[in-house]
Nanobody, 124 residues
Framework: QVQLVESGGGLVQAGVSLRLSCAASGRTFSSLTMGWVRQAPGKEREFVAAQAWSSSRTYYVDSVKGRFTISRDNAKNTVYLELNSLKPEDTAVYYC?????????????????WGQGTQVTVSS
């Protein structure tokens, strides 16, 4: 299995930017679709963003389009999520996730590997 470790979460004010990182283990990082999923208190798990390993195509949930940016550095086995113009409703535990197949990007339940999560709290 693939091990994923997130970092970069914290408590920030609304409108501030934050950058999350996810370090992946294994030699097959470049073959994985990488994504981010979040879960707010009392809410269901929600897909946030993903990027296919073999292309520059990115996928975002509507609520974060234009604000969040996903990127990856295959040499470092790391995927990033830059969160801009943060809102209180963005408060959630953000999980790094990986998928073996290069499809079904929007379905959080279809990702194969998961990190422990990093807390992002946005205050007003």
């Amino acid at each position: 299995q693939v091990q994923l470790v997130e970092s970069g979460g914290g408590l920030v004010q609304a409108g501030v930017s934050l950058r999350l990182s996810c370090a992946a283990s294994g030699r097959t990082f470049s073959s994985l679709t990488m994504g981010w999923v979040r879960q707010a208190p009392g809410k269901e798990r929600e897909f946030v963003a993903a990027q296919a390993w073999s292309s520059s195509r990115t996928y975002y949930v509507d609520s974060v389009k234009g604000r969040f940016t996903i990127s990856r550095d295959n040499a470092k086995n790391t995927v990033y999520l830059e969160l801009n113009s943060l809102k209180p409703e963005d408060t959630a535990v953000y999980y790094c996730a990986a998928k073996k197949l290069q499809r079904d990007y929007y379905s959080a339940a279809l990702y194969d590997y998961w990190g422990q999560g990093t807390q992002v709290t946005v205050s007003s």
